[in-house]
């Protein structure tokens, strides 16, 4: 079992930054790899990004290249996505999630899923 708790959410102005985090307890956090969604209102949950278990493999979504950028820390136990150059349509619940196998990019391949945090840009 993992546990995993998003961080780091808010209110930003578009062409703003925000950081995400996501904590990670339970099993071995190295052991995963993982990934963050996003969930807009009335929108299906989609994938954003993408790391493999070492991050020597990251994976983005078209709509987030050139902008958004997800890293981990295996000795922190922490995921993180920065997001640069923020438009009113990122406004969702970001999630981070955690897959036993390699890098996913499907919902169905991730095993374990946080609350969410709210990230709202205003134009």
């Known amino acids: 079992q993992v546990q995993l708790v998003e961080s780091g959410g808010g209110l930003v102005q578009a062409g703003g930054s925000l950081t995400l985090s996501c904590a990670a307890s339970?099993?071995?956090?190295?052991?995963?790899?993982m990934g963050w969604f996003r969930q807009a209102p009335e929108k299906e949950r989609e994938f954003v990004a993408g790391?493999?278990?070492?991050?020597?493999?990251?994976y983005y979504a078209d709509f987030v290249k050139g902008r958004f950028t997800i890293s981990r820390d295996n000795a922190k136990n922490t995921l993180y996505l920065q997001m640069n150059s923020l438009k009113p349509e990122d406004t969702a619940v970001y999630y981070c999630?955690?897959?036993?196998?390699?890098?996913?990019?499907?919902?169905?391949?991730?095993?374990?899923w946080g609350q969410g945090t709210q990230v709202t840009v205003s134009s």
């Open positions: 999630a955690a897959a036993r196998g390699a890098i996913a990019t499907k919902k169905y391949e991730y095993d374990y």
């Open positions: 790391i493999s278990r070492s991050s020597d493999g990251t």
């Open positions: 339970g099993r071995t956090f190295s052991g995963y790899a």
